[in-house]
């Protein structure tokens, strides 16, 4: 099983709610990550969790809240988003950190913000 | 730092060939090539690591040039399935990936 999955595929939330994104694997990988990507654009990366810590933040607001409660599962807690913050979210892992892993990517959520 | 990829955009007809260009102006441990077909996730195509090291596909084929800081993947013999976005990742070892503004690929019957 090669495969990220990432729930929900589609979301529209305003300003003022509290919504997560879920991303989950089965390969084993133990760096996860979360990308946003504005049409067009390449992938930004936000996070990157190593061995289930948080290794790297990329200076992403606080709205933005990450979580790996195990080595499969890794959220994206939003809060008080702003409509900039519209975007595709990807959600990315790897056999582990470091650059000679290659990143399996998810389908992304296409978040909406009104 | 971003990588320079080049061109930003080609259009090739079938059986056509095509390279598309990555450049930087650090010293870079590895380069990666995903393809991003529209609506999709990006697809791992390559890894090229410094000292020659390569993974990837068999149809595909790339070079790194470490001390030009610059790599070029070679799309041969073009089938309508390669159209996409190419973009090249670039690192400096031990550090975050960072991804080319991407070349986009259209390939026609």
């Known amino acids: 099983d090669t495969e990220v999955t990432q729930t929900p595929k589609h979301l529209v939330m305003g300003m003022t709610n509290k919504k997560s994104l879920k991303c989950e694997q089965h390969?084993?990988?133990?760096?996860m990550y979360w990308y946003k990507q504005k049409a067009k654009k390449p992938p930004e990366l936000m996070f990157v969790y190593s061995y289930e810590k948080l290794s790297i933040n990329e200076s992403v607001p606080s709205r933005f809240s990450p979580e790996c409660p195990n080595s499969s599962l890794l959220n994206l807690h939003l809060h008080a988003l702003q409509p900039e913050d519209s975007a595709l979210y990807l959600c990315?892992?790897?056999?582990?950190?470091?650059?000679?892993?290659?990143?399996?990517f998810g389908p992304g959520t296409r978040l909406t913000v009104t | 730092q971003q990588p320079v990829q080049s061109p930003q955009a080609v259009i090739l007809r079938e059986g056509e060939d095509a390279v598309i260009n990555c450049s930087s102006s650090k010293a870079l441990y590895s380069v990666h090539w995903y393809r991003q077909k529209h609506g999709e996730a990006p697809v791992f195509l390559m890894i090229l690591l410094k000292g020659g090291e390569q993974k990837g596909h068999e149809k595909i084929s790339a070079s790194f040039n470490e001390k030009k800081q610059q790599s070029s993947l070679y799309l041969t013999a073009s089938q309508l399935s390669y159209s996409g976005t190419y973009f090249c990742?670039?690192?400096?070892?031990?550090?975050?990936?960072?991804f080319g503004k991407g070349t986009r690929l259209s390939v026609i019957a």
């Open positions: 990742g670039t690192e400096k070892g031990n550090t975050p990936l960072v």
């Open positions: 390969m084993g990988h133990r760096a």
């Open positions: 990315a892992s790897s056999l582990s950190g470091g650059s000679i892993y290659e990143q399996y």
